[in-house]
């Protein structure tokens, strides 16, 4: 019996499936079976996949059921003691699963590991045009709280999870056509402590006008997870509310902010920023918030070009070497 599962959801995912599968066969610990949940995918996934010539790669293929369907359809098959998953579009630095197990062995009383993510900007074609790594959270034990506040894992390819742990959380919540890694997250942090590896090992591919047509998705789902969040949380955490609120308000300003140029967007930025400084007016010696509040008067205040040129400006420098080719 391997040692590890790694399921794959996949959905009309040809584009970036090979590259995904590639980026799991070249881990440093190779006892693991793949598991690819093929989701009712019309364009060439399968085809793609089944050219891949890997005894411990396997195919169940379902009518779509959307991503947490397929991960617990993805749970029911995996056989190893520890499982993780990985989105069809994201990709691992070679170590990701070694160092994980690792820091899981070393604790025996933690159920998850996490990693950073840094995000890979792409072209239409998938060519990597800049890599930024996310902040860099060393909370471990017991993280409920924190995670409470803001999901700073980021990512549905991020944890390395003991199985007794998923069997002590349930499966993903299907009814969330977002957010369901969070959701997720909690539960377990509910149980379980958490540690981390600290080190940028999960590459998070966003194409340029991809998340435009999610973030109303987004927020929608981001609420009814939250409600949810504190419908299980102790009383003596209620008050974290805020302090969550405040987070997703300013997530949202930042989502408007980035992918859309017209009236609408700015306006909605405006709204969910105004909405987290009333919540907490001290977010505004935050510096984050401090950049947010600029970028919006830019936008708002100059012509679009010429607010897109001190945008850049203000950019944090990028990580332009591949996170996969350090050593």
């Known amino acids: 019996m391997p040692k590890i599962s790694v399921i794959i959801p996949a959905y009309n995912a040809e584009r970036t499936i090979a590259e995904t599968i590639n980026s799991v066969q070249q881990q440093t610990f190779a006892d693991f079976e793949l598991i690819i949940i093929n989701d009712g995918s019309k364009d060439r996934t399968i085809e793609i996949v089944e050219s891949i010539k890997d005894e411990r790669l396997q195919i ?39 160092l994980q ?17 840094c995000f890979m900007d792409v072209d239409e ?3 990597p045009l800049s890599f930024l790594p996310s902040p860099r959270y060393a909370f471990a034990g017991n993280i409920y709280e924190k995670l409470l506040v803001s999901d700073f894992i980021h990512s549905g390819s991020n944890t390395l999870i003991r199985r007794q742990a ?3 959380a349930g499966e993903f919540d299907p009814t969330l056509k977002s957010c369901e890694d969070w959701d997720y997250w909690l539960r377990l942090a509910a149980c379980w402590h958490f540690v981390v590896v600290p080190k940028h090992q999960i590459l998070y591919r966003r194409t340029p006008g991809a998340m435009s047509s999610k973030v109303e998705v987004m ?30 308000h ?11 140029t017209d009236i609408r967007g700015i306006s ?4 969910h920023l105004l909405s987290a400084i009333r919540l907490n007016p001290k977010t505004l010696l935050d510096k984050t918030t401090q950049k947010l509040v600029i970028k919006l008067l830019l936008k708002q205040l100059l012509p679009p070009s010429i607010a897109s040129y001190f945008l850049q400006l203000m950019k944090k420098p990028l990580v332009l070497q591949d996170p996969r080719l350090e050593a």
């Open 60 to 98: 169940f293929s379902y009518e779509n059921g959307g991503l947490p369907v397929a991960r617990n359809r993805g749970i029911s098959h995996a056989t190893s003691e520890f499982i993780a998953f990985l989105d069809a579009d994201d990709l691992w630095t070679a170590d990701k699963l070694e």
């Open 219 to 248: 927020k929608e789902a981001s609420l009814i997870a939250m409600e949810k969040a504190y419908q299980a949380a102790p009383p003596e955490l209620q008050y974290l509310k805020s302090y969550t609120l405040t987070s997703f």
């Open 101 to 117: 197990l690792m820091a899981l062995e070393k604790n025996p009383e933690a159920g998850v590991a996490y990693s950073w993510t």
């Open 268 to 271: 909605h930025a405006r709204q």
């Open 250 to 260: 300013l997530y949202c300003t930042s989502l408007y902010l980035q992918h859309f």
């Open 166 to 168: 998923i069997d002590s």
């Open 125 to 127: 074609q998938g060519k």
